[in-house]
T-cell receptor, first 111, second 115 residues
Framework: DAKTTQPNSMESNEEEPVHLPCNHS???????IHWYRQLPSQGPEYVIH???SNVNNRMASLAIAEDRKSSTLILHRATLRDAAVYYC????????????FGGGTRLMVKP | DTGVSQDPRHKITKRGQNVTFRCDPI?????LYWYRQTLGQGPEFLTY????????KSRLLSDRFSAERPKGSFSTLEIQRTEQGDSAMYLC?????????????FGSGTRLTVV
C-alpha cells in the first residue's frame, strides 16, 4: 500500500473545528482514502472513507485534494470524546485485504 | 448485534506458557483479521480469513503463532511458548466481503502481558 504522512500530534479547543491533514503523494488511481480513530483502550473505529469526491457523514467530513495527493479529515466541533489517535490509510480498491496503519495523529482536545 | 467481541480482555502469563484468544466477529461478516499493537504504534496486520480459509499471513506470524476459524464463525489465535516480546494488544476485526469499500469493525482487543 502507498504510504501516508501525518503530524504526530495536534491540539484543539473544545467546540472548535479540527482539520487533520494527511499527505499521500504516491497514491494510485485505485487507492481509497480511509480514516480510522482509536480511543484510549479501544480498537480502531471507522470514521470515513473516500476516493475522489469530498464525503460527509455523521462523524466527520473528508476533503480530498483535486490531485488526490493529500486529504483532510474535518471534525466540525471537537468534543473531549474526540481525543484519540487518528489514522489515515490508503487501501487498494476492492483488493488488498488488510489495512496498513502508520503512526497516526494524536489529537488532544482542551476544554 | 453487539459488534466484534474479544475474550479475554486482559491476560497475564508467564514466559513459556501457551495462551489462546478468541474473537467473535459480526455474524454476517465473512472476513476476519487479526492485528497486533504495541504501545505507541499503530496496529500491525497478522493474518486474515475469508470464511474458514486462512488466506494471508504476515511474516510477523512466527511458527509459535497459529490462528483458526472453524466453520467460518469465531476465530482463535494461539501463541505457544510465549516470550516477553509477545506482550501487546491483539486486535480482531471483521468486515463484510462485498464489492464496496465498507469499513472494518474492530473489537476492543486482548491485552497480553508476558512476565
Amino acid at each position: 500500500d502507498a504510504k501516508t504522512t501525518q503530524p504526530n500530534s495536534m491540539e484543539s479547543n473544545e467546540e472548535e473545528p479540527v482539520h487533520l491533514p494527511c499527505n499521500h503523494s504516491t497514491i494510485s488511481g485505485t487507492d481509497y482514502i480511509h480514516w480510522y480513530r482509536q480511543l484510549p483502550s479501544q480498537g480502531p473505529e471507522y470514521v470515513i472513507h473516500g476516493l475522489t469526491s469530498n464525503v460527509n457523514n455523521r462523524m466527520a467530513s473528508l476533503a480530498i485534494a483535486e490531485d488526490r495527493k493529500s486529504s483532510t479529515l474535518i471534525l466540525h466541533r471537537a468534543t473531549l470524546r474526540d481525543a484519540a489517535v487518528y489514522y489515515c490509510i490508503l487501501r487498494v480498491g476492492n483488493a488488498g485485504n488488510m489495512l496498513t496503519f502508520g503512526g497516526g495523529t494524536r489529537l488532544m482536545v482542551k476544554p | 448485534d453487539t459488534g466484534v467481541s474479544q475474550d479475554p480482555r486482559h491476560k497475564i502469563t508467564k514466559r513459556g506458557q501457551n495462551v489462546t484468544f478468541r474473537c467473535d466477529p459480526i455474524s454476517e461478516h465473512n472476513r476476519l483479521y487479526w492485528y497486533r499493537q504495541t504501545l505507541g504504534q499503530g496496529p500491525e496486520f497478522l493474518t486474515y480469513f475469508q470464511n474458514e480459509a486462512q488466506l494471508e499471513k504476515s511474516r510477523l506470524l512466527s511458527d509459535r503463532f497459529s490462528a483458526e476459524r472453524p466453520k467460518g464463525s469465531f476465530s482463535t489465535l494461539e501463541i505457544q511458548r510465549t516470550e516477553q516480546g509477545d506482550s501487546a494488544m491483539y486486535l480482531c476485526a471483521s468486515r463484510a466481503g462485498t464489492a464496496t469499500n465498507y469499513g472494518y469493525t474492530f473489537g476492543s482487543g486482548t491485552r497480553l502481558t508476558v512476565v
